[in-house]
């Protein structure tokens, strides 16, 4: 990412160079001095916007990890079904009823490896942005030989230890992601521990609704359905505008269900389709209501 980043740049400072020939050295140093900061500024909102996009992206990799998890049970479920011995019990519509959550789970990931792509393809390298150089308005002038370096103010060069800060994630985002990549690699007790920590040292932090999440998702994926409640709960009271709200009220009522708690789990899932009608955990709402 730090490559595209400097790519960018001498791109555009080249531009800037070839453009500024024909003008005089007052001008061009005029003209360089103020279309650098241009450039340093547009740099900077690429590094924030890539920034949110990178987190976006792991954000949605975790979700999908967690997904096929869940799929993974529910199929176990089904295998465990068809091998009961007791035939006297009718298990289709049990059986029906997985394979249906099934589905609404596999579209679920079909969509968000969809955004997935979509934000892969936001990361990728763009053309160097067009800079419009001014034709100079006097009599045109043969190239002159540079002036004394005394009579022109260059910027001072970054030190090498801010250009290294630069090419690297911020504290907060690293501990997040090394939170993120032992959920990955299902070392749950690892992930709620790092996700913790996470939200007592970064108070305040725009994910922490999301740190709170998965500590619940940690729990469920767990079967420990009772503390993945609490979190999930924790979730939807601490941070009532974030964006994990649906996915939230979606898992709570789902350990809901699994604790056979069928009338709380149908009234969190109403909620979720009344609250929040266009999410994508509705959809899945809607279906998991028929069912109960």
């Known amino acids: 990412m730090h490559r595209i980043r400097q ?5 555009m400072v080249i531009g800037l160079f070839c453009g500024c020939a024909a003008m005089n050295q007052d001008a061009r140093i005029n003209f360089l001095e103020g279309q650098m900061k ?6 900077a909102e690429w590094d924030v916007s890539s920034k949110d996009v990178r987190r976006k992206m792991a954000d949605f990799s975790s979700q999908t990890d967690s997904i096929q998890n869940q799929i993974q049970q529910l199929a176990g479920r089904v295998d465990e079904i068809q091998d009961r011995s007791d035939t006297r019990v009718n298990t289709a519509p049990v059986q029906q009823g997985i394979s249906e959550e099934i589905r609404n789970l596999k579209e679920h990931l079909s969509f968000l490896e969809a955004r997935v792509a979509e934000l ?3 990361l ?4 160097p942005m067009n800079m419009e150089i001014p034709s100079s308005t006097g009599p045109s002038e043969s190239p002159l030989a540079p ?6 103010e260059r910027p001072p060069a970054l030190p090498i230890e801010e250009t290294r800060k630069e090419s690297s994630p911020p504290e907060d985002e690293r501990a997040y992601n090394e939170a993120m990549d032992a959920m990955k690699q299902r070392q749950y007790e690892k992930a709620i521990r ?6 007592k040292k970064y108070p305040g932090n725009e994910l922490n609704d999301n740190a709170q999440y998965w500590i619940g998702e940690s729990y469920f994926a767990q079967k420990k359905y009772e503390e993945a409640i609490i979190e999930f709960e924790e979730v939807i009271t601490q941070y009532p505008k974030g964006e994990k709200i649906p996915a939230a009220l979606l898992k709570e009522g789902l350990s809901f269900q699994e604790l056979k ?3 709380m789990a149908r009234q969190l899932l109403k909620k979720l389709v009344d609250q929040y009608p266009d999410a994508e955990e509705a959809k899945m709402a809607r ?4 069912q109960l």
Do not use: G, H, Y
């Open 120 to 122: 892969e393809k936001t």
């Open 287 to 290: 279906q998991k209501l028929k």
């Open 124 to 127: 990728s390298p763009t053309k």
């Open 7 to 11: 790519w960018m740049i001498l791109s």
């Open 38 to 43: 241009d450039v340093l500024q547009k740099s």
């Open 261 to 263: 708690d069928t009338s």
């Open 147 to 152: 002036p004394p370096a005394a009579e022109i």
């Open 194 to 199: 790092q996700l913790r920590s996470f939200i």
